[in-house]
């Protein structure tokens, strides 16, 4: 008998968790799963989803265990893997994000600008709190979490917690797999930096040839992400950058634009997420199916699976591979601090992730940016940890979205005020 794997998935009710479940199938030989918990604390969708993923796995004939249950102890208890998909107050939450910040000239996004700001406000207490459950119950286990904002709760897990944890996104993984099918390049080694949410590819090489000055001169976007209304970069921005930005940065270079777009836009994309949940929800409610529907690749997670389950077999088989992570940089890129969380490039194996040196790196946009960036989210860690006020304030002042004292010190209040709930760092006599 093959030693126990368990995999346990934190927020398995969210209509991506089929996904994860395709990959662990694809991986069933090197990854030989004997118990998955599927863990959540929304009823009715736990139920529908977690039926779907049982008919996946019986229908590929895997013998596995499988729980589902509103406890995350159990959950959590000798898993091996731990994978983090929440989402504080669920949609009902991410459209206040958005809509709430348009009132006062503001980008109201999931990941960006002070409705990303407040996502991580309500995910970085909960979080710690499953590190700490991490700590007592499964001290050994891997965190691979994709919960948004990815980058800034990587910065707040490892460095106000104990365990092992590395963030993931599929950004990265889709720029590369466009940037390999435009260039027609089958083995590019493709350096890739930058925070979550605010990256770029600074080299594509090949065979010992340099592609990027092509890629600058025809001005290559990498593909648009589904769940961001995407321009595109123009030639010359691209080239006064230097690099090949991630299509989040549309929100940082064309900021007007976007604010604009948002406030046309009928419906919040959380409103349409809605609409496409409920779709999808009755789909995986038909007995009969038991496969991944097509739908699913309209939201913004496409081939996410991929990205974690690779992320898995990594870790588990030791597999010494590269991959893009949020991590902490230990002298990867020499401009930020060593504890600063970056996505970079990385070896994983069984021990984590070694961020691989980016060597002579000399792009002082990209450096100055990035420095700006972080130290919002350093800020923004502070304020989550701590619920200071103050570090808020001087979270937003220095976000390239926010910036205004008296826009964001009026947003901050009414966001506060409305997610209440959720912010215990905030209101701490209730």
């Keep these: 008998m093959h030693k126990k794997l368990k995999i346990s998935i934190i927020g398995a009710g969210s209509t991506y968790t089929p996904e994860l479940i395709e990959g662990i199938l694809k991986r069933k030989e090197s990854l ?20 779907l993923c049982e008919r996946m796995i019986l229908a590929e004939q895997l013998t596995c265990r499988v729980v589902r249950t509103a406890d995350l102890d159990e959950a959590l208890r ?36 002070i409705g990303g700001f407040f996502k991580a406000m309500r995910t970085i207490p909960v979080m710690l709190g499953i590190a700490q459950r991490m700590k007592e119950l499964c001290p050994d286990a ?23 944890m590395l963030g993931l996104c599929n950004v990265p993984f889709n720029m590369f797999k466009s940037i390999r099918e435009t260039l027609q390049l089958d083995h590019p080694e493709i350096t890739y930096l930058g925070l979550n949410h605010l990256s770029w590819i600074t080299a594509i090489e090949q065979d010992g040839k340099d592609y990027l000055k092509q890629a600058l001169e025809m001005g290559l976007n990498s593909e648009a992400m589904k ?111 060593d504890t600063d969380a970056v996505e970079v490039r990385a070896v994983i194996g069984r021990d984590g992730a070694k961020p691989i040196k980016v060597e002579g790196f000399e792009n002082r946009h990209i450096i100055d940016y990035m420095r700006m960036v972080k130290a919002y989210e350093r800020e923004t860690v502070t304020a989550a940890v701590t619920g200071s006020e103050d570090a808020a304030m001087r979270a937003l002042l220095m976000n390239p979205l926010v910036g205004d004292y008296d826009a964001a010190y009026a947003c901050f209040q009414e966001l506060k005020e409305a997610h209440k709930a959720y912010l215990p760092q905030f209101y701490p006599e209730s």
């Design 78 to 113: 000798d898993a091996d893997f731990v994978l983090g998909q929440i989402r504080v107050g669920k949609l009902a939450a991410r459209i206040l994000d958005e809509k709430i910040p348009l009132k006062y000239n503001l980008i109201g996004q999931e990941t960006c600008g």
């Design 227 to 337: 769940n961001i209304p995407s321009s595109g970069f123009s030639k010359e921005l691209i080239q006064m950058v230097g690099a090949i930005p991630s299509s989040y940065l549309e929100y940082y270079y064309f900021k007007n634009k976007k604010l604009d777009l948002l406030r046309s836009s009928e419906l919040s994309r959380g409103e349409k997420c809605v609409q496409i949940e409920e779709e999808l929800l009755q789909i995986y409610s038909d007995a009969a199916l038991h496969t991944k529907p097509e739908l699913l690749s309209s939201r913004g997670g496409a081939n996410y699976s991929e990205v974690a389950i690779s992320l898995v077999d990594a870790i588990y088989n030791d597999k010494q591979e590269v991959h893009v992570v949020n991590v902490l940089n230990h002298g990867a890129l020499d401009f930020m601090e």
């Design 142 to 164: 891997w965190l691979i979490n994709f919960s948004n904002p990815a980058g800034i709760l990587t910065e707040a897990l490892l460095n106000h917690s104990e365990i092992n």
């Design 32 to 51: 030989p799963i004997t118990e998955l918990v599927l863990m959540d604390i929304d009823a009715r969708k736990l139920d529908i989803v977690g039926r």
